[in-house]
Every structure is written in C-alpha cells, then in structure tokens.
C-alpha cells in the first residue's frame, strides 16, 4: 500500500476538519472542536496564512495530515509548533504518521528553525515513546496553560 505526503491546499480543508474531529475523539474531547471548514480555509489561506498542513494520501483519499505553524523562542529565535499529526485509525500502521512526521521535520531544518515544539497527552504511550526513539525530549516538568474564550473575556472585562 503506498501513499503520498504533500503540501495541503483549501480543498483540503473539509478533510482536515474531519481528521481533527477524528483526533479530538481519541483525546477524549471529541465534543471540542469549534473550528470550520470556513475557519480553516480563512486561516490557513487567507493574506496572513496561519498555518501550513501536509496530507497524506492513499487512493486518492486523505488519510492523515500534520498541522503547524511558526512560533518565536526568546531564547532560541524561530521554532515550529507541531498542533496536530493525525492518521486515520483504519489506516494506522502504516508508517504514514512516520512520514507526516519526517516531512514537518524536513520543513523546519530547510527553515533553519531552531526547535521544534508539540504536546502530548502524558497517557498516550505509544506517541511518547515514538517521539523519544525519534530523539525528542519530552519536558516532564512544564505545563501546559491556557486562557480559553470565556476567561480571556473576563480577564478583559475585569481590567
């Protein structure tokens, strides 16, 4: 079984949107996703792209995508934010999430980036230790922090 991994485009979108429902399922959140198709094509193609996505395909079908984007380390200069790499479940094993991963990581040495950056959920087992055998570090004493909608307008409401 082959596959392809390129560049995704705005008709890909739909797709996408429906790999990061997939994701959100398995990260037991599978009622959080609030971004759209229209959201995604706006973002990530409009006059300031947000975002870049590679796909993999399979049979013309779209069967797993990594989404990033730049970021900015006041200590190491520009980095990459890995948000999502996803392959559709019946199509895992496959060395697809391999290669999705390789491409991103390909992408940011051709950039000249001097980190790339993600997180992962501390019981997803099989993704931690294929990161770490892939020569990533995984920061154990970091949390992750968030401001969501509501509290960045209450925090703006009360200042």
């Known amino acids: 079984m082959s596959f392809?991994?390129?560049?995704?485009?705005?008709?890909?979108?739909?797709?996408?949107?429906?790999?990061i429902k997939e994701l959100a399922h398995f990260e037991k959140e599978p009622d959080a996703v609030e971004v759209t198709v229209a959201d995604l094509?706006?973002?990530?193609?409009g006059k300031t792209p947000l975002f870049k996505t590679f796909i993999a395909e399979m049979d013309n079908e779209i069967v797993g995508m990594a989404l990033f984007y730049p970021r900015y380390s006041t200590w190491k200069g520009p980095?990459?934010?890995?948000?999502?790499?996803?392959?559709?479940?019946?199509?895992?094993?496959?060395?697809i999430g391999n290669a999705l991963y390789a491409k991103v990581i390909e992408y940011g040495y051709a950039l000249g980036v001097k980190r790339i950056e993600w997180v992962v959920l501390d019981w997803n087992t099989p993704a931690i230790e294929f990161y770490k055998k892939s020569g990533a570090t995984i920061l154990r004493d970091w949390d992750t922090v968030q401001l969501n909608e509501e509290a960045i307008k209450n925090f703006v409401k009360k200042g």
Do not use: A, C, W, Y
């Not at 991994?5 to 429906?18: A, C, F, H």
């Not at 094509?41 to 193609?45: A, C, I, M, N």
């Not at 890995?82 to 060395?95: A, S």
């Open 4 to 19: 392809t991994i390129r560049e995704g485009t705005i008709n890909d979108m739909p797709s996408v949107l429906k790999l």
């Open 41 to 45: 094509e706006r973002d990530g193609f």
């Open 79 to 95: 980095t990459i934010h890995l948000e999502d790499l996803i392959v559709t479940q019946h199509k895992r094993g496959l060395k």
